[in-house]
């Protein structure tokens, strides 16, 4: 597994092949990146493997048999996703044989809410953080910070599955209603498509998601067994679990965006009742989320590298980490 010297020396190197057409070779034992223009190659980069911890492509690539020869060689874990983050190509050796860690997550009590709450506490910390950020002194951005000010006193005493539900959800009525209110749409529904500001979310959420698997393969995680979110049919709960703390870098993305016209209701079509993004803008809003994401890679990556270490060693909660949103 991955060792503090290897996220200290090492380098997560993502390449974009979603706006430019890029290729990789070895040479000499090191890693090429070449712009491709028609029959030209341009040497963009040499990187040597021993400098590498993960090599994250997004887009279309050919790889290569000794290209996958020195990623085992060195131990570079290697990932290549869709403009959306969707993964579809992710190999490290060393996480496939993680079986302690698999069996781990089977015997771990479905009862046990100590990680859980962990999780929406970190959640609810960046909520407050996002809130005050924003520097609102209505009425609406009081109460929703207050809210989370009580939830954060409330939740270490929780020990009821419904009650810790219910907890998160009453509180991200109130977030959601405060932090958006200055724009158009009329509260959270998820998945429903119903304007333009929910159609955004489900997309930034949508990226988070794929993102955070990446970096949960390469650890070794069944990513259908979550501490938090139960076992449902082809849902990976690990995932949705561990997405909470960081889906603060979507909701202040969104805001952002929608306040500097960078994304706009004009974007959408209706159809059918339905808001949907038109397809010549998809890879723009891709573009905005992903860049938003890769600015924090290494914390993403480190924050998930910690959870391993302390759900392997069974820590208490007060060790988990916690993912701050500056």
Not at 81 to 103: D, G, H, I, Q, S
Not at 231 to 254: A, G, M, N, Q, Y
């Amino acid at each position: 597994m991955f060792t503090h010297k290897d996220i200290a020396m090492r380098s997560i190197f993502v390449i974009n092949n979603v706006e430019h057409k890029r290729g990789l070779r070895v040479q000499n034992g090191e890693l090429l990146l070449e712009e491709l223009d028609g029959v030209e190659r341009r040497t963009l980069t040499k990187f040597p493997f021993t400098k590498l911890l993960v090599l994250f492509i997004i887009g279309d690539i050919t790889i290569t048999t000794p290209l996958i020869d020195k990623c085992r060689q060195f131990g570079v874990a290697l990932v290549v996703v869709k403009p959306t983050l969707r993964p579809v190509f992710v190999w490290a050796n060393y996480a496939e044989a993680n079986y302690l860690l698999r069996k781990r997550q089977h015997t771990f009590q479905p009862h046990d809410l100590t990680v859980a709450r962990t999780l929406v506490y970190n959640k609810t910390l960046n909520q407050k953080a996002l809130l005050v950020k924003t520097r609102c002194k209505d009425a609406c951005t009081a109460e929703a910070i207050n809210a989370c000010e009580a939830a954060l006193h409330t939740l270490p005493d929780i020990t009821d599955y419904s009650q810790l539900m219910g907890l998160e959800g009453a509180l991200a009525k109130v977030y959601f209603t405060a932090y958006f209110q200055h724009l158009p749409w009329h509260g959270r529904h998820a998945r429903t498509k119903c304007d333009a500001m929910n159609v955004t979310l489900d997309i930034g959420y949508t990226i988070l998601f794929n993102f955070m698997e990446c970096n949960l393969r390469l650890f070794g995680f069944d990513l259908y067994i979550g501490v938090y979110h139960r076992l449902w049919f082809k849902r990976k709960s690990l995932v949705c679990d561990l997405v909470e703390p960081f889906r603060c870098i979507i909701d202040h993305t969104v805001l952002l965006a929608f306040n500097r016209k960078q994304f706009s209701e004009k974007d959408f079509t209706l159809t059918k009742n339905e808001y949907r993004l038109k397809h010549e803008k998809c890879a723009y809003y891709y573009k905005v989320f992903f860049d938003a994401l890769v600015k924090r890679k290494t914390e993403i990556f480190q924050y998930v590298q910690q959870f391993y270490r302390c759900f392997m060693a069974q820590k208490p909660a007060t060790s988990y980490p916690l993912y701050t949103f500056t």
